[in-house]
């Protein structure tokens, strides 16, 4: 039951392009998610982050979307820069009566690759 | 500010054996999770603390255990390891149970069962 997906394994951009990367998740309860970025031998670093009362949240080159009534959210990244290539996780977490259940769930990530 | 740090980057074990990986928090955070990474398998939830209790875990057998010390620094330990254990092993910490925090990663211990 994978409740966090990412639906495209990878994803090619020219330097300077704009980069979408998709997410979708069945779970209702979600309501805090997240997008990291994890170079290979690295641990995953943390990019942005959306509470669901939000539908946007901007930092820098970084964009989360989230459409609840579809229960999808992107990550926009302008301008796409070589060192951007990189494995792009969406998480998800749920908050439930003001209680965290602590775990994040993850998608199955998606390869970005930047071409100079 | 010093990341989330973990130890031994690397640790091979044999079937059978007990492996133990040990994590330091950023400071002032007082959360540590525990996650699994096998081979094409995606990040999987193994076990909370905070404030030195157990708070939530995830769907794995009891062999998988760990615990938090007073200074929030935890041990993950993994009793009669098999060789689906072998996995990369990653630890994150958050600002504890405050809300919209996100979790900061290490770089994980990849455990290698022979």
């Known amino acids: 039951d994978q409740q966090v997906k990412q639906n495209s394994p990878s994803l090619s951009v020219q330097e300077g392009r704009i980069s979408i990367l998709n997410c979708d998740y069945t779970?209702?309860?979600?309501?805090?998610f997240l997008w990291y970025k994890k170079y290979p031998a690295e641990g995953p670093t943390f990019l942005i982050s959306?509470?669901?009362?939000?539908d946007k949240n901007e930092d820098g080159r970084f964009t989360v979307f989230l459409n609840k009534s579809a229960k999808h959210l992107s990550l926009h990244i302008v301008p796409s820069q070589p060192g951007d290539s990189a494995v792009y996780f969406c998480a998800a977490s749920e908050w439930i009566g003001g209680t965290s259940y602590g775990k994040l769930t993850f998608g199955q990530g998606t390869i970005l690759t930047v071409h100079p | 500010e010093a990341g989330v740090t973990q130890s031994p980057t690397h640790l091979i074990k044999t079937r059978g054996q007990q492996a133990t990986l040990r994590c330091s928090p950023i400071s002032g955070h007082t959360s540590v999770y525990w996650y699994q990474q096998a081979l094409g398998l995606g990040l999987q939830f193994l076990l909370w603390?905070?404030?030195?209790?157990?708070?939530n875990r995830g769907n794995f057998p009891p062999r998988f255990s760990g615990r938090q010390f007073p200074n929030y620094s935890s041990e993950l330990n993994v009793n009669a390891l098999e060789l689906e254990d072998s996995a990369l092993y990653l630890c994150a910490s958050s600002q504890g149970t405050v809300s919209n925090q996100p979790q900061h990663f290490g770089d994980g211990t990849r455990l290698s069962i022979l």
């Open positions: 779970n209702s309860m979600f309501d805090y």
């Open positions: 603390y905070d404030e030195g209790e157990e708070r």
């Open positions: 959306i509470s669901s009362i939000k």
